[in-house]
């Protein structure tokens, strides 16, 4: 078993395209789509973990000298695309008339995200600086707990600042990819001690997952997004999917982070500015412009970066 770099492949290309169909239905009205709008708080709660468990994971690896370039690098590689996608949004949608003052105000106030379905964005930015701070200034256990009660903090503020429930709704499978990493050892040896471990911790996390989820209450919602990505990471780490991907697969992977970002761009694109009335000719145009905008965005990042951390 093994929750590896190579397995991690895949699941990332596939959560890019995925998520980006869930959007569509914002757009399009479509029955054969609309199951793909039930796979967007999965997804971003898996995205969530798989950031908190690499985190961890390569703390373990490198040690303290990871955290000495974390916010020339690592940190700079999820600020800038954000901000390089932001900059497209703004050009392609380009108003003359639009109070981008506003835009800020309503960011801050509301919570109303100015580059469309970007609020995982901020979070994410947000959720690295605490495990930073954490990991940097804190000692033993108190590191997670650190990253724990940041993003308890995380939850408290955007609840009480009356943000929607998307913003917090996910946050703890960051702090759960966290103790995924480092506890993994103890968890795979317990799976693989008895033949029928593996499989019985799965049903009772599925058990636990149905009885949290009927009450359909978002607060007691937010454990259940604890739940998902670990049940797809004990899947993923049992599979033999290291090696399923070729070129297209790779290549998607290694752009996912902006696809998140850049997808909702060539939506209101497509509708606002240059309509297109076929719904297949819509979809295909925007996972193609997608696509582009995402590598665009992130080899302009990778300039950028060398250039900052040179």
């Known amino acids: 078993m093994s929750f590896d770099k190579d397995k991690l492949i895949l699941v990332k290309a596939l959560m890019a395209l995925l998520i980006v169909a869930d959007h569509l239905n914002f757009f399009l009205d479509l029955a054969w789509l609309k199951p793909a709008r039930e796979l967007g708080a999965p997804i971003v709660s898996v995205f969530f973990f798989i950031s908190g468990f690499g985190l961890v994971r390569s703390w373990q690896n490198k040690g303290p000298l990871y955290l000495r370039s974390f916010l020339r690098s690592k940190f700079l590689r999820i600020v800038i695309p954000a901000l390089l996608a932001l900059g497209c949004y703004y050009l392609l949608l380009w108003n003359p008339g639009r109070d981008y003052a506003a835009d800020w105000k309503n960011l801050a106030l509301y919570g109303t995200p100015i580059l469309p379905f970007s609020w995982f964005a901020e979070a994410i930015v947000f959720f690295y600086l605490v495990y930073y701070l954490s990991f940097r200034y804190l000692k033993g256990k108190w590191k997670a707990a650190g990253v724990l009660a940041g993003t308890l903090a995380w939850m408290a503020a955007t609840i009480l600042a009356g ?47 149905l009885a949290l989820y009927l009450p359909r209450n978002p607060y007691v919602w937010t454990l259940c997004y604890i739940l998902i990505p670990t049940i797809v ?52 145009a925007v996972y193609a412009v997608t696509i582009l905008l ?14 900052l951390c040179a």
């Open 163 to 209: 943000y929607d429930w998307c913003w917090w709704i996910c946050s703890l499978a960051f702090p759960s990819g966290a103790f995924f990493a480092w506890h993994e050892k103890d968890i795979y040896a317990f799976c693989q001690a008895k033949p029928y471990r593996y499989y019985g911790l799965l049903g009772v996390l599925s058990i636990v997952f």
């Open 233 to 284: 990471a004990l899947v993923v780490a049992r599979l033999p999917i290291g090696r399923l991907h070729g070129p297209v697969i790779l290549f998607i992977s290694g752009i996912s982070y902006e696809i998140y970002l850049c997808h909702g761009i060539p939506m209101e694109l497509f509708r606002d500015k240059l309509p297109i009335q076929s719904s297949l000719l819509f979809i295909l």
């Open 294 to 307: 995402a590598f665009a965005v992130n080899r302009l990042t990778r300039l950028i970066s060398a250039k």
